[in-house]
């Protein structure tokens, strides 16, 4: 027995695929797609995502162009209808993408996911610490301002000896984040409790790194201890800044607060001269 069916796409899923792969294509020819996948990526997504649109739209075509049976019709005005209102998602998709992972993505208190897989972590919380394995060399630093990145600084802690980093001046970026459990906060984000007794105040500054995806975002994390004499972004005196805000932080790096022979904190302690507020890097990720 034959059954006359018709198994093409009809116009309303031609339409959606055809939106679809048109704001994918906006997103990787902007860059903005890089707040989703890794740079590497990008000509992947933009050649798909235009074959997606040249097939959808020649499918349409042929579609609505077509003879007999598939002449223009009251079925096809209400495909094309329903299609339409499939126009304001995907405007949606391109004008209002959501940025690259933040500190409302960070795990539990914003806590290095990296530190925790590393090395067995002791106890919770942003004050966690991990019981040290024999650690791996890395290249010594220079004595004077060392660019690096959250990566570096984290690696070395975790798995190098922690102590090479003390007494180092260091500069890198990212984003700052405050642990959940640390109480109140004042306007914009700022935390009001647990801060220094001695003026100074303490925030956590993080930074993705992605292999593929957003989906195998790894966090690396320091503390940040901002004195009060320490310059801020507009070159005054010190200002916890808000969550989320990209910050490039110069500053020493101090001891592991750990007697020997106990656990170490879970990720390093710097003490910052100058932290400056930054725009959100074209490339947010390591």
Request: hydrophobic share 40%; net charge negative; glycine share 12%.
């Amino acid at each position: 027995m034959q059954h006359d069916h018709d198994h093409r796409l009809s116009t309303t899923q031609l339409v959606a695929c055809a939106l679809l792969g048109f704001s994918c294509l906006i997103l990787a020819i902007s860059g903005r797609a890089a707040a989703y996948v890794q740079g590497f990526w990008l000509p992947f997504v933009g050649l798909a995502s235009a074959l997606i649109v040249i097939s959808s739209l020649w499918a349409l075509w042929t579609r609505l162009g077509g003879d007999g049976a598939h002449r223009w019709g009251a079925s096809r005005r209400h495909d094309l209808l329903a299609a339409c209102v499939l126009l304001s998602p995907a405007v949606l998709l391109v004008l209002a993408a959501p940025g690259a992972l933040g500190a409302g993505s960070l795990g539990h208190n914003g806590v290095l996911a990296a530190g925790d897989a590393a090395a067995g972590s002791v106890g919770g919380g942003p004050h966690r610490s991990f019981v040290r394995s024999t650690p791996h060399s890395f290249p010594p630093l220079g004595d004077g301002l060392n660019e690096v990145t959250l990566e570096d600084i984290q690696d070395r802690y975790v798995f190098g000896d922690a102590h090479s980093l003390d007494g180092h001046q260091v500069r890198f970026e990212g984003f700052v984040s405050y642990p959940h459990e640390r109480g109140s906060r004042g306007a914009g984000g700022q935390d009001t409790s647990e801060q220094p007794t001695d003026g100074a105040m303490e925030v956590l500054v993080s930074r993705y790194k992605i292999y593929c995806c957003a989906a195998d975002a790894v966090p690396y994390t320091v503390a940040v201890r901002i004195p009060s004499t320490a310059g801020n972004a507009r070159g005054g005196s010190a200002a916890l800044p808000q969550e989320d805000q990209w910050v490039q932080v110069t500053g020493v790096v101090l001891p592991p607060d750990a007697p020997p022979g106990t656990p170490t904190p879970l990720f390093p302690t710097i003490d910052a001269s100058t932290v400056r507020a930054i725009d959100t890097p074209k490339d947010p990720y390591l």
